[in-house]
């Protein structure tokens, strides 16, 4: 029984125009407009997806000393990351009162963009709860210090109602701070 060989022959050459695709070659372009925002025990990201071609997006963060802190990429760890088309991410990991520095970058199988660092002062979660009303505080120059109070306030003072032993025995306390005097460790 003898065998055509033509049908082998137009098979091979049918599969040597063929290629394969392994992915894209370059990496995404770098996101844009990175804010962040303060929540009630969160820090929200939003960002401007650039690329066609990110897989993911990698979300790093660094803890910075104030609110009038700078950074650069060098300093993020990586946080998470979040998948490709996602443009918002809430930080809910952090802890009230730290102030926190952001970046997003994309990726891809090609390799990583440049961290897009976010616009703005450092951001810190706001806490809220019963009794205290949830505002967004941050520098500006009535308020140096970016702790929501205005300077003239932090001179003049104030009066608040304080649980004294945690017991809901509240009295009034007199409250008085130097402007723009640093935050209190731990806060």
């Known amino acids: 029984m003898r065998t055509s060989a033509l049908p082998l022959l137009l098979l091979a050459l049918a599969l040597a125009g063929c290629t394969t695709t392994g992915g894209p070659t370059t990496a995404p372009a770098a996101p844009a407009a990175v804010l962040a925002t303060p929540g009630a025990g969160f820090i929200r990201l939003v960002w401007q997806d650039t690329s066609a071609t990110e897989d993911q997006f990698i979300i790093g963060r660094v803890e910075l000393p104030t609110a009038h802190s700078t950074f650069d990429a060098?300093?993020?760890?990586?946080?998470?990351?979040?998948?490709?088309?996602q443009v918002v991410f809430r930080d809910t990991a952090q802890s009230p009162g730290r102030y926190y520095g952001y970046g997003v970058a994309a990726v891809n199988g090609a390799g990583r963009s440049a961290y897009t660092l976010q616009s703005g002062p450092p951001m810190t979660a706001l806490v809220a709860g019963a009794g205290n009303p949830c505002q967004v505080?941050?520098?500006?120059?009535?308020?140096?210090?970016?702790?929501?109070?205005?300077?003239?306030?932090?001179?003049?003072?104030?009066?608040?109602?304080?649980?004294?032993?945690?017991?809901?025995?509240?009295?009034?306390?007199?409250?008085?701070s130097a402007v723009n005097s640093p935050p209190l460790p731990g806060r």
């Open 137 to 176: 505080a941050v520098p500006s120059a009535d308020d140096l210090d970016g702790d929501g109070l205005s300077n003239d306030a932090e001179a003049a003072g104030w009066t608040t109602h304080v649980d004294q032993n945690g017991k809901g025995s509240f009295a009034d306390t007199a409250v008085t």
């Open 74 to 85: 060098a300093a993020l760890t990586e946080l998470t990351r979040v998948t490709a088309d």
